[in-house]
């Protein structure tokens, strides 16, 4: 099991939408191979090793994972950062689901509806600073 640092948890946290936190960018590849990556906000951490994202608009995305691709998430302000690679799931109702949109819909008074949420499973985790060192930390 992986463990994301206290660091990547603050900067991978922003369950609302801040638009003083950094960007996070969600990363897939399509059945043609293609790279598809899209910046998110609405990222909440379950656990040291699970992200659980709100689908509004990136429904590519969720096409994609359910198409069996590797996920890549990011996060980075210059000069520090993490990329984790990992599964996900989308998911369209039940517990997960309901979080996500429920706090989507909060931000945006009903103007924006979730689509589905992608509760996203870390396998590994590095480091992104410019040093020669060794990047994965898990």
């Known amino acids: 099991m992986v463990n994301l ?10 369950e609302n939408c801040d638009k003083e936190k ?3 960018w969600v990363s897939t590849v399509g059945t043609d191979s293609m790279p598809h990556s899209v910046p998110v906000c609405f990222v909440k951490v379950i656990d040291k090793d699970k992200l659980l994202i709100a689908v509004n608009f990136i ?3 969720a096409t994609n994972i359910k ?8 996060v980075a302000v210059p000069y520090n950062g993490y990329m984790t690679v990992g599964k996900g799931k989308v ?8 979080d996500a949109a429920g706090r989507v819909k909060e931000r945006f008074g009903g103007k924006v509806e979730s689509k589905a ?10 480091k ?4 020669a060192s060794k990047k994965e930390i898990t």
């Open 91 to 98: 998911y369209t109702s039940g517990e997960l689901f309901e």
């Open 22 to 24: 950094p960007l996070i």
């Open 59 to 61: 429904t590519h995305t």
């Open 128 to 131: 992104l600073t410019p040093t």
């Open 67 to 74: 198409m069996g691709s590797m996920v890549s998430v990011s």
């Open 5 to 14: 640092p206290d660091e990547a948890i603050e900067m991978f946290s922003n």
């Open 117 to 126: 949420a992608i509760l996203f499973q870390i396998q590994r985790i590095y």
